[in-house]
């Protein structure tokens, strides 16, 4: 691995229920055949919709990588927009998973704080998208939803302190393409990627005077 570039992980779901293609795995490999520049190593994985594979999958990744940034990526069948959540919550999983499981505390981290907030200003990510004229609607929530999508993204804030991202995306077609969503998710990580690093050089400016 060459130790000058910043690796960055993306994730996306495999089917589950209606959603027998997950668009966010098609949006993802989309993204993975655009890249995020040369100076950025890309780790693209399909995430299982079972609640005990995500706790071991996730911490995996995180340890593994190292990386700058995760982001994960999620379908939401009321979506019709590119949607960047702001937050995981810790409790209220009843949902079943793939296996037909759900934690039995409908918890995600036992004793963690209700809700984490990313340490990416979403509001100002989706500003910053919209007006370079994508031509794919981007919105901003605070709730992903209390499932898989949750789940993972709640872990994930958990164990980065805060360094990670989740995009909704909606169904293939539902109005956009896979190439469109990767797009999408190219010039939202990318404005995420420039954050993080505008964020650090405040705080080395900071140091240094």
Known sequence: ?????????????????????????????????????????????????????????????????????????????????????????????????????????QCCIEGGPDCIDSVIDMESVCKRVTASGLGVAVSVSKDAGRYLCDFTYYTSLYLSHGRSAFVHVPPIAKPYSGEDLGRALQAIIQEMLDMLDRAEEKIHCQHVH
């Open 1 to 105: 691995m060459d130790n000058s570039k910043r690796n960055v992980v993306v994730t996306g779901f495999e089917p589950f229920g209606a959603h027998t293609i997950n668009a966010s795995w098609v949006a993802v490999q989309e993204l993975k055949k655009l890249g995020l520049g040369k100076d950025v190593d890309l780790h693209v994985y399909e995430v299982p919709v079972e609640y005990q594979a995500v706790q071991s999958l996730v911490p995996s990744l995180w340890k593994q990588y190292h990386p700058q940034l995760v982001v994960h990526v999620g379908v939401s069948g009321m979506a019709t927009t590119v949607t960047l959540e702001k937050c995981g919550r810790n409790h209220g999983y009843k949902g079943l998973d793939n296996s037909r499981f759900c934690p039995h505390s």
